[in-house]
């Protein structure tokens, strides 16, 4: 018995060491973490019809201990969060969507907000400028695939100008003119900024104008300009674009290194999201052998996204009924894996990357109770 006593104690305190060396989470201030989230992936890539950003907010000041990740805020999911002390989910589907008239115990997206409130819980959702991101959703769903160059179906534009306004406007004006007045007047204009330079036209000597202002300003700058003949019959407007951006956006169309049999494909897509089962729509003309080098995706509802994407396979979570005959028609297989199917593995991908990225000040944990609504029976 003396010797069994013996081989218990090392192990015993090798257990508390192991304790005493675990690193322990600490908290971020609310704002501090949503200022984080925005570095991640900016909410500017959002679309503009949706409800992204922070939802809701307990009283300030609000400390984030532990940071909850879903695909959907249901009741269930809330209860988990309840049990686990969240302080703070991040749902990636927002819960608050269409504007809410009255916060009651009625249906069950007001009895979210106030069990949130109640528990002093924020939530946040960030849709789809997690769609849009380079290190986003649908890259996720792209790695499925194999091994495949990929890039946006549609582009984001940079959040912000190049330059101040919207518009350029440029004109010449020569020295029989009031150039004093002229550049005064344009100043005077509201969102408008002015910049001159000497420059010679027909050997004569001018000055170039060059002003960048808003969509309503331009009328005025125009309405100005129109007063003087010489000045607006040489007056050039250009329109100012966002550069695209070449990794960021909606959907991706994915070039195979390797073109596979579709057969091959739709084994490794149900491998790459765990599941069982998907429904295919063949191409006109395609069998399970036909190869396919092109694949268009878009996770959750592609429709919009792929529609008149150049691809051998269209791959989503859900589409209309006529959608995919259009698809079908034209000889594009189609993939439909049910609309969280095709989002709620890249959580575990989040939370990793987010761990990093919030430099592990703070817990995060994923949903065990977040599931598609949907199976198959």
């Known amino acids: 018995m003396l010797s069994s006593h013996l081989r218990l104690v090392p192990t015993r305190v ?7 060396r675990s690193p322990s989470c600490s908290f971020m201030d609310l704002k501090a973490l949503l200022s984080s989230l925005n570095d991640f992936a900016s909410l500017s890539f959002a679309e503009s019809w949706d409800n992204v950003g922070l939802l809701v907010e307990p009283s300030p000041p609000h400390t984030v201990n532990t940071l909850f990740l879903t695909n959907d805020l249901t009741e269930e ?25 009255r916060i009651t115990w009625k249906t069950w997206k007001e009895r979210l907000v106030i069990r949130a409130l109640e528990n002093r819980i924020a939530i946040y959702s960030p849709h789809t400028a997690y769609d849009a991101a380079p290190q986003g959703v649908n890259n ?9 160059t990929s890039r946006p179906i549609h582009p984001s534009k ?20 009031d150039l004093d007045k002229v550049m005064s007047t344009v100043k005077g204009i509201s969102d408008v900024s002015v910049t001159s330079f000497s420059a010679r036209t027909d050997d004569e000597e001018q000055t170039r104008v060059s002003l960048n202002c808003s969509q309503q300003a331009l009328m005025q700058v125009v309405a100005f300009l129109s007063q003087n003949k010489q000045l607006y019959q040489k007056t050039e407007i250009l329109s100012l674009e966002k ?55 878009c996770a959750g509802s592609g429709s919009s996204v792929l529609q008149g994407a150049e691809a051998d396979l269209y791959l989503t979570g859900e589409m209309s009924h006529h959608d995919v005959l259009d698809a079908a028609s034209q000889g594009i297989n189609v993939i439909l894996c049910e609309h969280s199917n095709t989002e ?12 990093v990225h919030l430099e592990n000040k703070i817990n995060i944990i994923l949903s065990e109770a977040d599931r598609d609504p949907l199976q198959v029976v």
């Open 14 to 20: 090798q257990l508390v060491r192991s304790l005493v």
């Open 77 to 101: 999911v809330m209860e988990e969060a309840l049990q686990k002390k969240a302080d703070f989910i991040l749902s990636y589907h927002p819960p608050i969507f269409r504007p809410m008239k």
């Open 140 to 148: 996720w769903l792209a790695k499925g695939l194999g091994v495949c």
């Open 158 to 177: 940079a959040p912000n100008y190049p330059t101040e306004g919207t518009h350029r406007v440029e004109f010449n004006v020569n020295h029989t003119q």
């Open 243 to 297: 550069p695209l951006l070449l990794h960021t956006g909606m959907g991706r169309l994915c070039t195979l290194d390797d073109s596979v049999s579709l057969a091959t494909l739709i084994e490794r897509i149900k491998r790459h999201l765990k599941l069982s089962h998907v429904r295919l729509a063949l191409g006109a003309g395609r069998t399970l052998e036909s190869q396919v080098k092109v694949v268009a995706l």
């Open 344 to 355: 709620r593995g890249f959580l575990s991908d989040l939370r990793d990357a987010l761990s």
